[in-house]
């Protein structure tokens, strides 16, 4: 198949480049007019052939041509001319050179092409690889503290049954039912995450309202965190995003979660859903310390370089936002944060609206 489409290049570039030296020839009677067309020609085949042979033969044909067709007397090979032997073996060395040239270069192209194509993927592999192990310290860190809590009350109940009141029991029992949703949750996002990395796009995407995203968010930090004071502002308007649920879902609450366990303000907690042009956008907002980097690929990039010296509450913060960065970037959108000039910070991130509610 190769040498069909080679042969017929070569025919189609060397009888482009045959015809108009006829053209030439009849409009200016200068017979050395053809050679610059033909070494056109010769660079084309090179250039849109596999290999060396084409770009040899179209360069032996051309002298061959040129001699014949477009040289005294026409019609006619003849070398017993003075100075024709030179012209001869002169363009077919230029022709073979600008030949030989353009194949290599054509090569060097091809192999640079595989080069960069090599690396692109080594790079997204080595981006898979530290997402999924961002993904794993995140989320293994997270499961610490639910942990803490089951173990502690079943020991409460245990060591204490006969001393505490069925009251307390009950409360201890719900402690534990709520943490051990916490962790079902936590093992859910796991799985669902871990898609992130998939080579083949494992993430599903289906059109959700983003409201009520935000609402079964604030909820459940509102149900875990029963002394922080959460404002909600949502507009009127419905903003339907596509989206992967569970995954957006933990964005959502990580950002919530990060501002009540990490800037020290407990109430003035605000959480903001608006549209921007044809993006959804979350926000939320604290008056607390602020952030000590002026962005968050910034702080992000700080504690994953120390997490050995960081102390646990900062580790948690940074890992959970590469995990949201991570999340966000696969779905095509923008995670930012900074700082207030009233003080706090805020944190956002956006979201292409479905196509269909854009308008």
């Known amino acids: 198949m190769n040498i069909l489409k080679n042969t017929l290049l070569s025919m189609a570039f060397f009888t482009l480049a045959f015809y108009a030296s006829v053209i030439l020839l009849r409009h200016t009677g200068e017979e050395n007019n053809s050679s610059p067309i033909f070494i056109v020609a010769v ?7 596999d290999g060396y042979v084409y770009g040899l033969a179209a360069s032996a044909l051309s002298v061959f041509f040129i001699n014949y067709s477009f040289m005294y007397p026409y019609s006619a090979f003849t070398m017993s001319i003075a100075g024709y032997p030179v012209v001869a073996v002169s363009f077919f060395a230029a022709s073979v050179t600008v030949s030989a040239v353009t194949t290599r270069m054509r090569r060097q192209t091809a192999q640079n092409a595989k080069l960069y194509a090599m690396q692109a993927e080594m790079k997204l592999e080595t981006e898979k690889g530290k997402t999924r192990e961002n993904l794993l310290r995140a989320i293994s860190h997270d499961l610490r503290t639910p942990l803490t809590g089951i173990i502690g009350a079943s020991l409460v109940i245990q060591e204490n049954c006969s001393k505490i009141s069925e009251k307390e029991i009950v409360q201890l029992a719900q402690n534990i039912t709520a ?3 916490w962790l079902i949750d936590m093992v859910e996002n796991l799985l669902s995450a871990t898609r992130i990395g998939a080579e083949c796009g494992a993430i599903k995407k289906k059109n959700e309202i983003f409201e009520e995203i935000v609402t079964e968010a604030v909820y459940k930090a509102r149900s875990r965190f029963p002394d922080c004071s959460i404002a909600v502002e949502v507009p009127e308007e419905i903003l339907v995003v ?6 957006i879902q933990q964005v959502v609450f990580n950002l919530i979660e990060n ?13 903001i859903l608006k549209r921007q042009e044809d993006m959804a956008v979350f926000e939320v907002r604290d008056k607390g310390k602020g952030i000590p980097f002026e962005n968050i690929d910034k702080l992000i990039e700080n504690v994953e370089k120390n997490t050995e ?11 959970g936002l590469s995990t949201c960065r991570s999340i966000i970037k696969v779905h095509g959108g923008f995670l930012e ?4 000039e009233d003080g706090g910070a805020v944190f956002r991130f956006g979201l292409k609206l479905a196509e269909e509610f854009r308008s």
């Not at 944060?337 to 207030?340: E, K, L, R």
């Open 43 to 49: 660079v084309l085949i090179a250039r849109f052939t």
């Open 179 to 181: 943490d051990a949703q």
């Open 242 to 247: 596509s989206i992967d649920l569970i995954l």
């Open 259 to 271: 501002a009540v366990k990490h800037s020290g303000d407990k109430e003035h907690i605000k959480v």
């Open 309 to 319: 010296e960081a102390s646990d509450k900062t580790r948690g913060l940074g890992l």
């Open 337 to 340: 944060a900074q700082n207030m």
